[in-house]
């Protein structure tokens, strides 16, 4: 073949080339805009989503810290327990911590606060209300803890401050439907916190109350069958709660009440014990003694069975003191006119021993 048309082949092919490498260009700049369109399309959907779900993190965020503030006071209490008697009582083992944080404007915002709120902290707000026994506090504490329920099952830190809510609600009932819906579901609170926690004094300590509160209700025999399940709760709280005063002040009751059993109720209990519970009254004083020095307030109901026992001890004139201390204590509840009848009953008969 002459060598122009070998040149016009081999310019022919290459031109061809040329033609054909552009055309592979714009179809790939085509592929690649349309890539970059596509692409365009699904960030601006994304960051569309995006918001979305930025905005309902921020509302559940929101509700969650509304729900909990709402329950709380602005400023947070300090960390401490408050007992029924108004002394500090231990830390919640195993708290856990609810982490809220919002931005300021928006949750996302590039600056951020952070609030924590334990649940230490909200029991200890539950337990400062539920000391105040107002009827509407403690309602609205045993719904908060019942909420709470929800939200850490398995706490037996929540169950037993159900049992001493419902105890608090039936003190302030004369109700005898309702005190023992109210023991029932206590007891019920308690027995479950026990199985979950059995070395919680506290769980003892108000198991042992809402038995005692039941003795009211129910036969002599059971009574007496209580009364073992009772001195075993308290004995079992004070292990671990040695230092609370109205531990001392049930165990005082208790020897107390078994020191004065009249002889046909010590039979039965010997029927149903092989060792029937047993107390002197110098024992209840021991005990009522301990209250007295651990109690951070002056006991109004403590003092009278101090006297009680001094009373039983023949010890008058030393009673007559203990009643004229009880009677100038004002508890400032529903107790007072209660106590005052007994201590004035036992001062007209004692008085002369001054």
Not at 16 to 23: D, R
Not at 28 to 50: F, G, I, S, T
Not at 282 to 292: G, S, V
Not at 299 to 328: R, S
């Amino acid at each position: 073949m002459p060598i122009t048309n070998n040149l016009n082949a081999f310019l022919g092919a290459a031109m061809l080339g040329v033609i054909s490498a552009a055309g592979m260009f714009l179809v790939e700049h085509y592929r690649q805009e349309r890539r970059r369109y596509e692409m365009a399309k699904d960030m601006a959907r994304m960051d569309k989503e995006l918001s979305i779900v930025k905005k309902d993190l921020q509302d559940l965020m929101n509700k969650k810290r509304e729900r909990l503030l709402s329950f709380l006071p602005f400023v947070l209490p300090h960390r401490q327990y408050l007992t029924t008697n108004g002394g500090a009582a231990p830390p919640v083992r195993n708290s856990n911590v609810l982490h809220l944080k919002w931005g300021e404007g928006t949750f996302w915002g590039q600056k951020k606060k952070t609030q924590t709120v334990s649940l230490y902290q909200v029991l200890a707000d539950i337990d400062r209300k539920s000391n105040e026994e107002v009827v509407e506090e403690l309602n609205s504490c045993l719904v908060k803890l019942q909420d709470l329920c929800l939200e850490h099952p398995g706490n037996a830190e929540l169950l037993w401050r159900i049992g001493k809510c419902h105890y608090k609600l039936l003190e302030k009932s004369e109700d005898k439907e309702f005190i023992q819906q109210q023991l029932k579901k206590g007891l019920d609170a308690c027995t479950k916190a026990l199985e979950l926690a059995p070395d919680s004094g506290d769980a003892h300590k108000w198991t042992a109350i809402l038995i005692g509160a039941r003795s009211d209700y129910v036969p002599m025999k059971e009574r007496i069958a209580d009364s073992h399940l009772f001195k075993l709760h308290v004995d079992m709280a004070l292990r671990h709660l040695p230092n609370d005063s109205t531990l001392h002040h049930m165990l005082g009751r208790f020897s107390y009440e078994v020191a004065g059993l009249k002889w046909y109720e010590r039979k039965v209990a010997s029927t149903l014990f092989a060792t029937p519970p047993n107390a002197t009254f110098e024992e209840a004083l021991e005990h009522f003694m301990e209250c007295e020095k651990l109690s951070n307030h002056d006991w109004k109901e403590n003092k009278l069975f101090v006297a009680k026992c001094k009373v039983a001890q023949g010890e008058y004139k030393e009673a007559v003191t203990w009643l004229d201390e009880a009677k100038a204590c004002k508890q400032g509840d529903c107790m007072d006119d209660k106590i005052d009848k007994e201590v004035n009953a036992l001062l007209a008969k004692y008085n002369s021993y001054r």
